[in-house]
């Protein structure tokens, strides 16, 4: 899975609601200086220098430490900004064309019926794109995975755990909900 990152081109990752996009996204950057730009910041971000200086500054930082990390800036829900914060989303569209990403991995999110939007069209051959589709079995695991890394793991039975997992509908959220 790490093999999509790449510090050239952004990663897009999407799917639809409660898929895991931003678990996978988490994952991904779990290693990383981690940078999150989510819908909690609608309306705050109003120029390019904004992401720029988040680059910039975390790489002045890094650049002094004994130990090179790597970092990641992760922008979740893009599709809920050109919805609610066309400012911003003209202002991400423009920071994707310049292509001055400073040695940073960049992680985008959005819903599958967003993929047909017009500025996103525009971009995406500077993008990387992944789209998350689970088997039933894939889900499972995954399931089983967070279940098991967190408090549910001696709360419920196995079976409990199974008919939580059935009945989620496919929906990391659902079964993330069900099980608290």
């Known amino acids: 899975m790490n093999t999509l990152l790449n510090k050239s081109k952004p990663l897009l990752i999407h799917g639809g609601s409660g898929s895991g996009k931003s678990y996978l996204s988490m994952n991904l950057s779990n290693d990383?200086?981690?940078?999150?730009?989510?819908?909690?910041?609608?309306?705050?971000i109003k120029s390019k220098d904004y992401l720029l200086d988040i680059i910039k500054k975390r790489n002045i930082t890094?650049?002094?430490?004994?130990?090179?990390?790597?970092?990641?800036?992760?922008?979740?829900?893009?599709?809920?900004?050109?919805?609610y914060d066309r400012t911003f989303y003209k202002i991400l569209v423009e920071f994707i064309k310049d292509r001055k990403y400073y040695n940073t991995y960049i992680i985008l999110t959005c819903n599958n019926t967003f993929l047909k939007n017009k500025e996103l069209l525009k971009i995406k051959k500077y993008l990387t794109y992944h789209e998350i589709k689970y088997t039933y079995s894939q889900y499972y695991k995954l399931c089983l995975e967070i279940a098991g890394g967190n408090k549910y793991k001696y709360k419920y039975t196995l079976d409990d755990l199974d008919k939580k997992i059935y009945f989620s509908a496919f929906n990391l959220n659902n079964f993330k909900s069900s099980c608290e």
Request: charged share 30%.
């Open 32 to 44: 990383m200086v981690l940078t999150k730009i989510d819908s909690s910041m609608l309306k705050t």
């Open 62 to 83: 890094i650049m002094f430490s004994e130990k090179k990390e790597n970092r990641c800036l992760l922008i979740e829900d893009i599709h809920i900004f050109h919805k």
